[in-house]
């Protein structure tokens, strides 16, 4: 019943901003988290951020610290990606995923629901 649907991506020069949204509809259950994962060609996909449903506690990977930030808005019941700083290797397809309770979330496996992602290139 949960449905994703993330916007936001474009092109975008190295050092500048982007800000993607993952709204959510369907969502009955409470906890859990919520997160973006990212897969650029010829790669894997792999853990950018995710956030408690509560909003309390936010993870980053160590590639993306200090320059994006994961939020959320419960009155839209969407989840926010801030992209400061782009660099060319942050190019990929980036993924929103719902997790309905807290297990691993670096773990694209522990999540239970997918959007269709949408396309961020940077440009250098």
């Known amino acids: 019943q949960v449905q994703l649907v993330e916007s936001g991506g474009g092109l975008v020069q190295a050092g500048g901003s982007l800000r993607l949204s993952c709204a959510a509809s369907?969502?009955?259950?409470?906890?859990?988290?919520i997160g973006w994962f990212r897969q650029a060609p010829g790669k894997e996909r792999e853990f950018v951020a995710a956030?408690?449903?509560?909003?309390?506690?936010?993870y980053y990977a160590d590639s993306v610290k200090g320059r994006f930030t994961i939020s959320r808005d419960r009155t839209k019941n969407t989840m926010y990606l801030q992209m400061n700083s782009l660099k060319p290797e942050d190019t990929a397809i980036y993924y929103c995923?719902?997790?309905?309770?807290?297990?691993?979330?670096?773990?694209?496996?522990?999540?239970?629901?997918w959007g269709q992602g949408t396309q961020v290139t940077v440009s250098s």
């Open positions: 995923a719902d997790q309905s309770r807290v297990r691993t979330v670096v773990a694209e496996n522990d999540y239970d629901y």
């Open positions: 369907g969502r009955t259950f409470s906890g859990g988290a």
């Open positions: 956030i408690t449903w509560s909003g309390v506690i936010t």
